[in-house]
């Protein structure tokens, strides 16, 4: 594909897997992002649910929908998403990361981290996906890395799709649905945005772990890394736009960036 046609790469705040049937201003945007972008020819997804030692990709025809967690409505265990996968793009996964061994995988799925956005984003699920696992023996670095090898998936057409959460404390989540978010969210926050816009990746990966802010805004770091691939594939005349800056329940934040959308593609 020419550069003119490069899909761009986004990173969603996920939130609960509950966002897949509720119509609310974050899960309005996933559609309009569905509705409004280039069509793309498949979606690489990397979920904050989907943690490894060393890496692997979805490599089956018909990846199945996993329901990974509990205590949640009967309707929600009985959504599918049965998007197609692609063991061919899995193929060229793997030879873009090379020589990182990458395993090509029968037993995953589509994790809750990727499907309750896809289902709003392409309910008709039309779009082949794959995931590619999160290795967690890995530092930071390496994630970043690895976007940047995946960086020519968008020229071929594909959408390279993060899925977590900037803030995400559960321990603090306040259930309250009014509850404010904390400050230490707020700043992180702000913080995180001020290192996307400037484009520094030394001091959005220092911000990550220091300070007492990092703690508690990023307590394990599954649910931050996806950012990494998304940031890791941004090409220097990629813009950023940011869309559902809220905290919500106090301590999951919704941030989510987009780099390289269409000019004037609106969100809100």
Known sequence: MKNSQRMP???????????ALQNNQCTQSWQRLGARLPRPRAILAVSAHWTTRGTAVTAMAAPPTIHDFGGFPQALFDIEYPAAGDPVLAARVRELLAPLPVQLDQSWGLDH????????????????????????????????DLGRRLALLREEGMLILGSGNLVHNL???VWDGAAPAFDWALRFNRTMRDCLLADDRAQLLAAMTDGPDARLAVPTTEHFLPLLYALGSKQPDDTVT???????????????????????????
């Open 171 to 173: 321990r603090a989540v």
């Open 113 to 144: 981290g990727s499907w309750s956005v896809l289902y709003k984003m392409y309910p008709a699920a039309d779009v082949p996906v794959l995931q590619l696992s999160i290795d967690l023996t890995q530092d930071a670095a390496f994630h970043l």
């Open 242 to 268: 940011f869309f559902n800056d809220v905290v919500e329940l106090g301590s999951i934040g919704m941030l989510s960036a987009g780099f390289g959308l269409p000019a004037g593609l609106a969100l809100a």
């Open 9 to 19: 790469a986004l990173f969603i705040g996920h939130g609960s897997p509950m966002n």
